[in-house]
């Protein structure tokens, strides 16, 4: 691994210094846009990089392997009778699978989502995934379309609340029909934040997939969103590549993005977080999305923290609380998943 390691890192300073890196993290209220589009080829050497830190990482308990699969068209097509402009988009997602899982039974799946607007599944989740591997699940995380790290061509596909959601579940899919030791009747599906919108548009939309589900700290209402957050990140949305429209100029198609729109339709088990003191999804949010729920007689559980230490990754940190609050989320997906090693 050290080799591929250095020959990037060597590759570095021949690379044209006005380019800036495009970060990985999400915006937030404070300093959005945080992940304007790509510029050059910085966007994709980091992502290499990171992507050996995951064999760094967890090689020592895990098969970790890198795959493409395809899913649905891009949502925009500027000419549709180029060659190729109506293609499958190829996506890229990371597999997980224990490396002392006995595959003579059947094992569980968690499908773990990362975050947005625009970011990807980035080595700074290790020690989650080192948890869940531990547990014996297996885990598929896909970069779905407006994912960093693939060039200004991808970056531009995004379909927030759309065709991304699609992405994820055909990961899911792909998966199951790749190891016929996975059961497709416990899989799980987990996400923070953006991750959590597309864990609740998943669940909504294909409830016969997912055994159980986790949304942490998730966008629920995009309406009230684009409310209370800075003028930079609501021009994210309204983007031609994009929705195109201001939430003003297209209230529906916002709404239809939204998970507390669909609140009725949930039939999954689910656990939901929040914090008061989020700086970035707003804890009013999610509170839509529990009251919806409750209005519409569901059966889920939830729990809002009161000003937890970290705000929005209060309990993706390290910290002692933090790792408290996973073991809940742990022992509730293990009360439908049933992996060899659970949380006690």
């Not at 050290?2 to 300093?31: D, G, N, S, Y």
């Not at 209370?228 to 709404?255: F, Q």
């Not at 309990?315 to 996973?326: F, L, P, Y």
């Amino acid at each position: 691994m050290r080799k591929p390691l250095l020959a990037l890192l060597c590759f570095f300073p021949i690379l044209p210094a006005q380019e800036t890196p495009a970060p990985t993290r999400p915006p937030t209220a404070q300093t959005a846009p945080v992940t304007p589009a790509p510029e050059g080829r910085w966007d994709e050497v980091l992502k290499s990089v990171d992507d050996l830190m995951w064999n760094l990482k967890l090689g020592d308990i895990a098969d970790v392997d890198k795959i493409e699969y395809t899913s649905l068209p891009p949502q925009h097509v500027t000419n549709p009778n180029a060659p190729g402009a109506t293609n499958p988009l190829i996506i890229h997602a990371y597999t997980f699978i224990p490396k002392r899982l006995d595959r003579s039974k059947k094992q569980p799946l968690i499908v773990l989502i990362h975050g947005g607007v625009h970011a990807n599944f980035d080595s700074s989740d290790a020690h989650i995934v080192r948890e869940l591997i531990e547990q014996g699940y297996s885990i598929i995380s896909t970069d779905y379309r407006g994912s960093t790290g693939y060039g200004r061509g991808f970056y531009e596909q995004i379909d927030y609340g759309g065709r991304e959601v699609d992405d994820v579940f055909n990961g899911c899919t792909w998966m199951l029909g790749e190891y016929d030791f996975l059961d497709p009747k416990r899989v799980g599906i987990v996400g923070w934040s953006h991750g959590g919108l597309i864990t609740l548009m998943n669940i909504f939309q294909h409830p016969q997939t997912y055994a159980v589900a986790y949304a942490g700290v998730p966008v629920s209402d995009l309406v009230a969103r684009m409310g209370y957050e800075a003028e930079g990140y609501r021009a994210l949305y309204s983007a031609p590549y994009h929705i195109g429209k201001t939430v003003r100029e297209d209230i529906k198609e916002y709404l239809k993005r939204s998970p507390y729109y669909h609140a009725a339709e949930l039939q999954t088990p689910l656990l939901i977080h929040s914090n008061t003191n989020d700086e970035d999804v707003n804890v009013l949010e999610v509170q839509h999305l529990i009251d919806a729920l409750k209005a519409a007689g569901k059966k889920f559980e939830y729990k809002i923290y009161d000003n937890a230490p970290g705000g929005h990754h209060f309990n993706r940190t390290d910290t002692k609380m933090a790792k408290e609050s996973r073991r809940e989320v742990y022992q509730f997906l293990a009360g439908y998943l049933h992996p060899a090693n659970p949380v006690r």
